[in-house]
């Protein structure tokens, strides 16, 4: 993908009602940038797990309920909380299930609800390839950055998080 577009398609930036409102050449241009950025840094980090017997988003599983009181989470909490249906989710704990990095238990006084458990493997795992992950966010993004860069990008990203998070909240 090429984020050094230097021109954009002649399209009226007109929003009058029914018409798109077209991105210009500079937004294009930082669009396909934070596009290919996402796809490439989780492409990098995912072949940095694999070394590990992990997926992305096993690791983040691990970190969620590492983080968690008891290192325990309802399975529904932790499908909000790592942004995948229920079913998806499932699936993912069966096969973590299968390594022994989580356990399924039953929630005492809800029959039908479930925690994800950080099994004492999980945790070793957890404790084990952190150190090679947080390695990899930085030298493959954080250290990319000045600090003054760093913070002006938190400033701008931390609305659109808020902004989609309330729509999800809505759905």
Same mark, same amino acid.
């Given at each position: 993908? !090429?984020?050094?577009? #230097? ?6 930036? @007109?929003?009058?009602? =029914? ?22 840094? !989780?492409?990098?980090? @995912? ?10 988003? !096993? ?13 325990? +989470?309802? +399975? #529904?909490?932790?499908? #909000? ?14 096969? +973590? ?15 039908? =609800?479930?925690? &994800?458990?950080? #099994? ?17 966010? $930085? ?18 990203? &931390? ?10 909240? $809505?759905?």
């Amino acid at each position: 993908m !090429d984020t050094h577009v #230097t021109e954009a398609p002649e399209v009226s930036s @007109s929003t009058a009602e =029914g018409e798109t409102p077209w991105l210009d050449a500079r937004e294009q241009r930082f669009w396909r940038a934070h596009l290919e950025v996402s796809k490439l840094l !989780d492409y990098q980090l @995912s072949r940095e797990l694999q070394v590990h017997d992990l997926a992305i988003n !096993d690791y983040e599983i691990l970190v969620v309920l590492s983080e968690a009181p008891e290192r325990r +989470m309802r +399975m #529904t909490d932790l499908a #909000t909380a790592t942004l995948q249906s229920k079913s998806r989710l499932s699936h993912q704990i069966t096969r +973590m299930e299968n390594a022994g990095l989580v356990l399924r238990q039953e929630c005492p006084g809800d029959r039908r =609800g479930l925690f &994800a458990h950080l #099994t004492e493997q999980g945790w070793e795992t957890m404790q084990k390839v952190a150190p090679c992950h947080v390695r990899s966010v $930085r030298e493959h993004f954080v250290d990319r950055f000045t600090p003054e860069q760093i913070d002006a990008m938190y400033e701008a990203l &931390a609305p659109v998080a808020e902004h989609l998070r309330t729509l999800r909240g $809505r759905s």
